[in-house]
């Protein structure tokens, strides 16, 4: 099973948040609250991925500290586990054969500009975590994280997440590349209620930047329709 440091899981980070008006003393404080987040999903929806017209449908389902994400044509099946300390990714195929992802994860995900580094985040489990102030993201005011790779295994040397202040809510991501340029934003760009569980995902975008000329090259979509 492929472990990056300490492996975070994407689709459902931002999901589900809690009310918290309390203001976290650190940034590691923060992260926590993000984590407790992912590792109490637990509900089961459809969603897709997005390029333009072309879609990708999957199935994802979340349950005690698991969330799977199963596409059609072909049959494969993505895993990620959460643990006390991280998380891992694994890949099921047709026939049940798993394999864990490859250390070259930075391979496009069916087509798409998602990358399995994006489907894991396992930058929120780096160690290097800093708070670097405050940011309004939209309406939003948010805590400002930087976070530090402990090694160079990936495509990205840095990430800035931001997080909402009142709620929790992961908001958004800016991934740096190693020269320090911009590569990779993450944004929430809506949400829906999920019951009594509070707030969940209905879309996020992932633009993929030049590092070279700041300019977007391509955005993909997570869409999710309510939870059943």
């Known amino acids: 099973m492929f472990r990056q440091g300490k492996i975070a899981a994407l689709l459902v980070v931002p999901l589900l ?12 404080a923060i992260l926590d609250g993000v984590r ?30 698991t969330v799977t994400y199963s596409f059609s ?3 494969e099946m993505f895993r990620l586990r959460f643990g006390g300390e991280g998380s891992s990714i694994e890949i099921e195929s047709t026939g049940g054969k798993r394999a864990p992802v490859p250390q070259e994860y930075g391979e496009a995900l069916r087509s798409t ?9 396992g930058f929120l489990y780096w160690p290097d975590a ?3 102030g405050e940011q309004i993201v939209g309406p939003r005011q948010t805590w400002k994280i930087r ?4 090694d160079r ?27 320090g340029k911009i590569t990779r934003r993450f944004r929430v760009t809506s949400g829906q209620r999920a019951g009594d569980a509070g707030w969940m995902l209905k879309q996020m975008r992932v633009e993929t930047i030049d590092p070279a000329s700041g300019k977007t090259t391509s955005r993909t979509y997570i869409e999710l329709d309510p939870p059943e």
């Open 17 to 28: 948040c809690t009310a918290s008006a309390q203001a976290p003393p650190d940034a590691r």
């Open 36 to 65: 407790l987040n992912q590792a109490a999903a637990d509900l089961a929806v459809n969603g897709r991925l997005r390029v333009g017209p072309v879609s990708q449908p999957f199935r994802m389902e979340a349950h005690n500290g």
């Open 73 to 75: 044509d072909p049959a």
């Open 113 to 121: 500009g998602i990358t399995f580094q994006d489907l894991s985040l």
């Open 130 to 132: 800093t708070l670097d």
């Open 147 to 150: 976070l530090r790779a402990p």
């Open 153 to 179: 295994t990936g495509p990205y040397a840095a990430v800035i997440a931001f997080v909402d202040k009142s709620g929790g809510a992961l908001l958004q991501m800016d991934a740096y590349d190693w020269e």
